[in-house]
């Protein structure tokens, strides 16, 4: 089992930033993309940004050159540092990851999620 533990949300104003992490612990030989998904109410989630265990990277048209993701494989551990922040950034931010633990098969995991709200 891998266990996917997300922090860094909060409350913060337009133009502001925040740092989310998200850390995987468990049972993982490798560690493959990561990514951030959000949902805000009403809505459907969204991919974010993804990045690869090559740290290749995609975004979201809506966040690029605003957020920037990245990973750090010695502490399991990706990143998504928010810059400039909307109002419309407001949801649900996600975790994911995909697991190979070492059996011949990769698993899907998901975090918890944690609340990004940008007050206008």
């Known amino acids: 089992q891998v266990q996917l533990v997300e922090s860094g949300g909060g409350l913060v104003q337009a133009g502001g930033s925040l740092r989310l992490s998200c850390t995987a612990s468990?049972?993982?030989?490798?560690?493959?993309?990561m990514g951030w998904y959000r949902q805000a109410p009403g809505k459907q989630r969204e991919l974010v940004a993804a990045i690869t265990n090559g740290d290749s990277t995609s975004y979201a048209d809506s966040v690029k050159g605003r957020f920037t993701i990245s990973r750090d494989n010695a502490k399991n551990t990706v990143y998504l540092q928010m810059n400039s922040l909307k109002p419309d950034d407001t949801a649900v931010y996600s975790c994911n990851a995909d697991v190979d633990p070492g059996v011949g098969r990769r698993y899907n995991y998901w975090g918890q999620g944690t609340q990004v709200t940008v007050s206008s």
């Open positions: 468990g049972t993982i030989f490798t560690l493959n993309a």
